[in-house]
């Protein structure tokens, strides 16, 4: 699989991977100050953005399209972050293609099992009829009553496209994503452990990395580092962006 990317900079490489109803565009709030050390891919994972759609996802096929990505820029070995479903792609491409990886970075995530909590938001997205609708706020507004945040609706409509002859599709392959969704709540199951130099960085007003998950992160990767940032959610890189970008560099 061929995996689409945007790239900025020059220099040494260094991949960030997205999270879930995502694409390489998330980044780019971040991209441009990294862009000043390093030369930038960020990814569009399997079924996301511009890249292929497949049947089949799960954490051991991403971390093989991400090796392929490499193989494919030439790349030997470089730093990878990865943001919550992204984070836990970075952490299996860790564990499986150890050599790849200069140095990880995992954005809010564990390598634990997570609840199926995206399950409205897939029922919201699917059952929407998009030819009927004109534009894109309209389709907010039909959004709203399952998915009231008007953030989160505009962020998952950024996977809105047109087909030629007009009408509203989905970019990403939202329905083989929704397909998959257990396989991607599920724990990372590996006898392997990544010795090199990692980095956890967790939202401070986020539940997605816990007390009790420090001693799974430390099993599989004993170097790591877990900080938090007290003023971020979830979305580190976005509610936080200068501090996270500083605390990156200083790791990288």
């Known amino acids: 699989m061929q995996l689409h990317f945007r790239e900025l900079g020059q220099g040494e490489p260094l991949v960030l991977l997205h999270g879930l109803f995502g694409s390489a565009d998330n980044w780019f709030g971040v991209a441009p100050g990294l862009a000043e050390k390093f030369h930038v891919f960020a990814l569009d994972l399997r079924n996301h953005g511009r890249s292929p759609h497949h049947p089949e996802m799960d954490y051991p096929l ?4 991400v090796d392929q990505f490499f193989a494919a820029q030439k790349i030997g070995c470089a730093p990878v972050v990865g943001h919550s479903m992204g984070g836990k792609v970075a952490m299996r491409f860790a564990l499986d293609f150890s050599a790849r990886v200069k140095k990880l970075v995992v954005v809010d995530m564990a390598p634990r099992a997570y609840p199926r909590v995206h399950d409205p ?3 919201a997205l699917l059952a929407l009829d998009l030819p009927q609708f004109q534009s894109r706020q309209q389709i907010e507004v039909a959004l709203a009553p399952e998915i009231p945040s008007l953030n989160l609706r505009r962020f998952l409509l950024k996977n809105l496209g047109r087909d030629p002859q007009g009408e509203f599709i989905w970019k990403m392959n939202l329905r083989g994503v929704a397909e998959n969704y257990s396989r991607l ?3 990372l199951k590996t006898g392997r452990q990544f010795a090199g130099p990692a980095l956890f960085i967790r939202g401070g007003k986020s539940d997605y990395i816990s007390t009790a998950d420090e001693l799974d992160i430390r099993r599989l990767f004993p170097a790591a580092e877990i900080q938090s940032i007290p003023t971020a959610a979830h979305w580190v890189h976005a509610d936080a962006p200068e501090e996270f970008l500083t605390r ?5």
């Open 121 to 123: 938001i897939f029922a």
């Open 248 to 252: 990156l560099l200083d790791f990288l």
């Open 185 to 187: 709540g599920e724990v």
């Open 62 to 65: 991403m971390a093989a399209d």
